[in-house]
């Protein structure tokens, strides 16, 4: 394994039952590339166990707020810990020592209320409907939510999609009346 990776320009510091340290940025290494040589090779890369958590944790955080029926907001963390099969103390745990992520709670808040945006935009559903199908307990608690986050109340935003949707249909509709009048212009006339 050492030699295909230094083969790769990678400088090993260290290899122990298969497991390899190197040095570098991460940033700056070509995964692709020693994913495949690796592979060629005979071994896996094996990724960081908190990476595979974060992304464990934002693709079920993401299914669950789309899943049909309503999951209770109060019972949303511990539904997603029993899911990655830890206790959500154990979950709110690992989540911290995430580098740059927020708490737990802030991250999945923030994902329910970028969903609720989504739903503003494309649903008919009224907003306390809307609010419900979230989660919410009352409309009270989700406006106060959506307006902390989006800086409008969940009526004006949609107000805001639906004027900005009109604005753009007339913009293309204007558009192609004018481009239909020049294809129709006679040349020389």
Same mark, same amino acid.
């Given at each position: 394994?050492?030699?295909?990776?230094?083969?790769?320009?990678?400088?090993?510091?260290?290899?122990?039952?298969?497991?390899?340290?190197?040095?570098?940025?991460?940033?700056?290494?070509?995964?692709?590339?020693?994913?495949?040589?690796?592979?060629?090779?005979?071994?896996?890369?094996?990724?960081?166990?908190?990476?595979?958590?974060?992304?464990?944790?934002?693709?079920?955080?993401?299914?669950?707020? @789309? @899943?049909?029926?309503?999951?209770?907001?109060?019972?949303?963390?511990?539904?997603?810990?029993?899911?990655?099969?830890?206790?959500?103390?154990?979950?709110?745990?690992?989540?911290?020592?995430?580098?740059?992520?927020?708490?737990?709670?802030?991250?999945?808040?923030?994902?329910?209320?970028?969903?609720?945006?989504?739903?503003?935009?494309?649903?008919?559903?009224?907003?306390?409907?809307?609010?419900?199908?979230?989660?919410?307990?009352?409309?009270?608690?989700?406006?106060?939510?959506?307006? @902390?986050?989006?800086?409008?109340?969940?009526?004006?935003?949609?107000?805001?999609?639906?004027?900005?949707?009109?604005?753009?249909?007339?913009?293309?509709?204007?558009?192609?009346?004018?481009?239909?009048?020049?294809?129709?212009?006679?040349?020389?006339?």
């Amino acid at each position: 394994m050492r030699r295909e990776l230094e083969s790769l320009g990678l400088r090993v510091l260290a290899v122990r039952l298969g497991a390899a340290t190197v040095a570098g940025q991460a940033q700056e290494l070509d995964w692709v590339r020693i994913q495949a040589a690796l592979a060629a090779a005979g071994f896996a890369l094996l990724e960081n166990p908190q990476h595979v958590l974060a992304a464990q944790v934002k693709k079920l955080v993401n299914e669950l707020l @789309r @899943r049909p029926g309503t999951l209770r907001h109060h019972d949303f963390i511990s539904t997603l810990a029993q899911e990655l099969g830890v206790n959500a103390r154990q979950l709110h745990r690992l989540f911290a020592r995430l580098p740059g992520h927020e708490s737990l709670l802030s991250y999945v808040t923030h994902q329910r209320l970028a969903y609720a945006q989504e739903l503003l935009g494309a649903s008919p559903l009224g907003i306390g409907r809307l609010a419900r199908l979230l989660g919410y307990g009352s409309l009270a608690h989700f406006s106060g939510q959506f307006r @902390r986050f989006a800086q409008c109340a969940p009526s004006a935003y949609r107000q805001q999609l639906l004027s900005t949707a009109k604005a753009a249909a007339l913009d293309a509709e204007l558009l192609n009346s004018a481009s239909g009048r020049a294809n129709n212009a006679k040349p020389g006339s």
